[in-house]
């Protein structure tokens, strides 16, 4: 399994904006398809994006795609989630996810390796 570290998580002014970075590790990162989750508090984990491993094929959550910007740059083990126009309702602690092969992944269960998460926090 691949080791996760998500960053960049923090507090913001509403319409502001943060870039979350996942480092991996190991030597085949390009092979696994990355994935961006977040858990709002007394929520479910919700879907936010995904990106293949070599970058694509991108796939957004429903409610994120105009101002979530999911990327990676295989050569740093790295994938980002620029996010842009910040609301309240979008704290939550974000976690970033590994799918090895084939695939990039719609559900959590399709994530075998997963980061401790990050804090977001928007304030009105």
């Known amino acids: 399994q691949v080791q996760l570290v998500e960053s960049g998580g923090g507090l913001v002014q509403a319409g502001g904006s943060l870039r979350l970075s996942c480092e991996a590790s190991g030597r085949t990162f390009a092979t696994y398809s990355m994935g961006w989750f977040r858990q709002a508090p007394g929520k479910d984990l919700d879907y936010v994006a995904a990106i293949s491993g070599v970058g694509g094929v991108i796939v957004y959550g429903d409610s994120e795609k105009d101002r979530f910007t999911v990327t990676r740059d295989n050569a740093k083990n790295t994938v980002y989630l620029q996010m842009i126009s910040l609301k309240p309702e979008d704290k939550a602690v974000y976690y970033c996810?590994?799918?090895?092969?084939?695939?990039?992944?719609?559900?959590?269960?399709?994530?075998?390796?997963w980061g401790q998460g990050t804090q977001v926090t928007v304030s009105s």
């Open positions: 996810a590994a799918r090895p092969g084939v695939g990039i992944g719609e559900r959590d269960a399709d994530f075998g390796s």
